[in-house]
T-cell receptor, first 110, second 114 residues
Framework: KAGVTQTPRYLIKTRGQQVTLSCSPI?????VSWYQQTPGQGLQFLFE???????NKGNFPGRFSGRQFSNSRSEMNVSTLELGDSALYLC?????????FGQGTRLTVV | GENVEQHPSTLSVQEGDSAVIKCTYS??????FPWYKQELGKGPQLIID?????GEKKDQRIAVTLNKTAKHFSLHITETQPEDSAVYFC?????????????FGKGTSLLVTP
């Protein structure tokens, strides 16, 4: 069974730009969650999608958004990037409460 | 919201010794407690989990204990090996119609020296 695939692995963007990250979950998993990991704040929950609907959201500004497609693949978007958005963005494919993470996308905002 | 505290932040042990990492949580409704291992350049890997109806769970050299009354849970690694060196995270979540959001501790950097 293939694991969670996140693309791209690395991104460098300029302040003010927007970015889209992609996640393909484990086959058969219908739920995808996104987390932000930074040295200062640790791992923080962004949002969760299930059957193309956002069913849970963390405490992040509206610049952070996501969506899920009918094949369960998910994308997250960050608009008007700030330096503080530099982080490792992790996607988790979930089967009930168990979450299986991808390798993440390392976003650097300059 | 849920607050998960994890101690210690760093832990150094000799190969073959045991390592213990402790976490406390604040939300009494939390009922699922996973532990993750994260190696450099990789995403967190689920290594063991426990649900609130169980007090202890073992898988080879790792075990997790849960004390619901005190709201704390611990990870125990026996016979540590250099390849156990990594950052370990505890987390807590609860069953909800609105899904499962993991609340993570800040992590423990474990170093196992030969």
């Amino acid at each position: 069974k293939a694991g969670v695939t996140q693309t791209p692995r690395y991104l460098i963007k300029t302040r003010g730009q927007q970015v889209t990250l992609s996640c393909s979950p484990i086959s058969g998993h219908r739920s995808v969650s996104w987390y932000q990991q930074t040295p200062g704040q640790g791992l923080q929950f962004l949002f969760e999608y299930f059957s193309e609907t956002q069913r849970n959201k963390g405490n992040f500004p509206g610049r952070f958004s996501g969506r899920q497609f009918s094949n369960s693949r998910s994308e997250m978007n960050v608009s008007t990037l700030e330096l503080g958005d530099s982080a490792l963005y992790l996607c988790a494919s979930t089967d009930g409460p168990e979450a299986f993470f991808g390798q993440g996308t390392r976003l650097t905002v300059v | 919201g849920e607050n998960v505290e994890q101690h210690p932040s760093t832990l150094s042990v000799q190969e073959g010794d045991s390592a213990v990492i402790k976490c406390t949580y604040s939300d009494s409704a939390s009922n699922y407690f996973p532990w993750y291992k994260q190696e450099l350049g990789k995403g967190p890997q689920l290594i063991i989990d426990i649900r609130s109806n169980v007090g202890e769970k073992k898988d080879q050299r790792i075990a997790v204990t849960l004390n619901k009354t005190a709201k704390h849970f611990s990870l125990h690694i026996t016979e540590t090996q250099p390849e156990d060196s990594a950052v370990y995270f505890c987390a807590a979540s609860r069953d909800s119609n609105s899904g499962y959001a993991l609340n993570f501790g800040k992590g423990t950097s474990l170093l196992v020296t030969p």
